[in-house]
């Protein structure tokens, strides 16, 4: 353990941390001394004095998890490819400090940053492969975040659990010459990354590779280089053999389309004209979802996440009371409901009623300062929800 004492200006605030703190060494002078990585397939190597890391996915960690109030968290890297990168550094799993995203502006990402936004152009000193630092400083409650000598963000932050600091490339590539930690106490994250890599392991399903099989291959609506035929989701009926498909035109974009086949996908109809006129006008990722009331009335609704436009009222629908021979538009369920993406999963319950997920920003639109999983009950069969 390492016993000091730091004082210092960081952004024009005092930076002081008491006697007893210990520092925590990820990389120094491009030497990986505390990395770890969840992801199977991802891996860093040292190159050039520094530590790269590159990979889509990955959360790159230091090996111990920080704890206590004042911390500081101090990072020298360059990054390659930084434009709309999506490059960030995250804490806690979920608290994305971002420094160009896919708007060219740096971003927030988490509840811990909920309602706050940075507007601002990445700071000169992080483009071209500049080699920059990182300051990650919690002092009172206080989160201070500093970038290539620029204070990027003062926000409250009274978590308890400061939580593991990861390095996230995404698009990018980073080039780590030192990343440290210091705080008062730390725990292992070796244990943290053994658990999501058993968890991962545990929920791996069996993989059915068609793409070489063209036999196989059925085109229901060919896309064009001027619009994208996306988002598809499916619903089955008891026959084992008639599956419903709808999907939007274009990324999250309208509604409309709608086929079935009745011999278990070799081949379908195209359904839209059936539909009623205001379909069209619903927005973003159509759900098709079977749903039976306690009377056993089975029927067929489509979800959608507004009318109109993105800002429009949340989730319209279109039902079908005879397994999609003839359909109407349905109110949407209201305000309450705003959303990024309706029912992305629903499940019945033991006692017939009907539970829907999805999940929304913090305000109606294309809101992203943090997202939310919200729940919802139906006891009616879908026309009602809590």
């Not at 995203?101 to 000169?124: H, T, V």
Request: net charge neutral; proline share 5%.
């Amino acid at each position: 353990m390492r016993t000091f004492f730091v004082r210092g200006m960081l952004a024009g605030a005092l930076c002081v941390l008491s006697a007893g703190a210990e520092e925590a060494v990820f990389v120094k002078a491009g030497k990986a001394l505390g990395l770890c990585v969840a992801a199977p397939d991802a891996t860093w190597e040292e190159t050039g004095g520094t530590v790269v890391l590159r990979h889509p996915n990955a959360l790159f960690y230091g090996d111990r998890i920080p704890e206590g109030n004042d911390i500081v968290v101090r990072i020298r890297m360059s990054v390659e490819g930084l434009e709309r990168s999506a490059a960030s550094v995250v804490i806690d799993e979920r608290h994305h400090i971002g420094l160009e995203g896919g708007s060219g502006k740096m971003f927030l990402e988490g509840p811990l940053f909920s309602g706050q936004k940075i507007e601002r152009d990445p700071p000169a000193g992080i483009r071209n492969g500049k080699v920059f630092e990182l300051l990650v400083v919690r002092r009172d409650g206080e989160l201070t975040v500093t970038v290539a000598g620029e204070t990027i963000l003062q926000a409250r932050d009274g978590r308890k659990r400061f939580g593991p600091v990861a390095l996230r490339p995404w698009r990018s590539v980073m080039n780590v010459v030192d990343f440290t930690v210091t705080a008062p106490a730390f725990t292992s994250m070796t244990d943290v990354v053994a658990r999501e890599a058993r968890w991962k392991a545990e929920a791996r399903l069996p993989l059915v590779d068609l793409s070489q099989d063209p036999a196989r291959q059925v085109v229901i609506a060919a896309g064009t280089p001027e619009v994208y035929q996306g988002h598809p989701t499916t619903v089955s009926l008891p026959d084992g053999r008639t599956i419903f498909c709808v999907w939007c035109v274009n990324h999250g974009g309208a509604a409309g389309p709608m086929a079935r086949s009745r011999d278990g996908g070799r081949t379908w109809e195209r359904l839209d004209a059936r539909l009623p006129e205001g379909y069209r006008t619903h927005q973003n990722c159509p759900s098709i979802y079977r749903l039976v009331d306690a009377q056993g009335k089975a029927r067929l609704w489509v979800w959608s996440a507004a009318k109109g436009t993105r800002q429009g009222a949340p989730m319209p629908s279109i039902m079908s009371e005879d397994d999609g021979e003839s359909w109407r538009e349905m109110p949407p369920l209201g305000e309450a409901f705003y959303c990024v993406m309706t029912f992305s999963s629903m499940v019945r319950l033991n006692d017939g009623r009907y539970l829907g997920l999805y999940h929304r920003a913090e305000g109606k639109g294309e809101g992203r300062a943090y997202l939310e999983v919200m729940q919802t009950l139906s006891g009616d069969g879908g026309f009602t929800w809590s």
